[in-house]
Nanobody
Framework: VQLQASGGGLVQAGGCLRL?????????????MGWFRQAPGKEREFVAT???????VYADSVKGRFTISRDNGENTVYLQMNNLKPEDTALYYC????????????????????WGQGTQVTVSS
């Protein structure tokens, strides 16, 4: 099983980026899939998650600026990031929940059993 994240880069404040995460090796159409980020010297933090049928949850810090979506046919999850701020600078990780039957919305690392390698997002001021 592999999750391949891409789409990171360097952007000015106020700009936008779209991250993609393609899963291979198994289907995650019924699993929550999420994005986390980790800035230097900080803990990895929750950004957003999306249920298999499409309902979403966001961290307060990105609400209204980021949009998570998925294409189950392509086994891919996306993160559209608008109005980026320097504090959004981090290594962004995609993840798939360890089970399609969690019974709760996974907003911590413990809910996820599959992780991508990370893609760097740098926002200059």
């Amino acid at each position: 099983v592999q999750l391949q994240a891409s789409g990171g880069g360097l952007v000015q404040a106020g700009g936008c980026l779209r991250l993609s995460c393609a899963a291979s090796g198994r289907t995650f159409s019924r699993n929550y899939m999420g994005w986390f980020r980790q800035a230097p010297g900080k803990e990895r933090e929750f950004v957003a998650t999306i249920r298999g049928v499409g309902s979403t949850v966001y961290a307060d810090s990105v609400k209204g600026r980021f949009t998570i979506s998925r294409d189950n046919g392509e086994n891919t999850v996306y993160l559209q990031m608008n109005n980026l701020k320097p504090e959004d600078t981090a290594l962004y990780y995609c993840a798939a929940a360890r089970s399609p039957h969690l019974g709760y919305v996974p907003m911590t690392r413990s809910g996820y059993g599959y992780w991508g390698q990370g893609t760097q997002v740098t926002v200059s001021s």
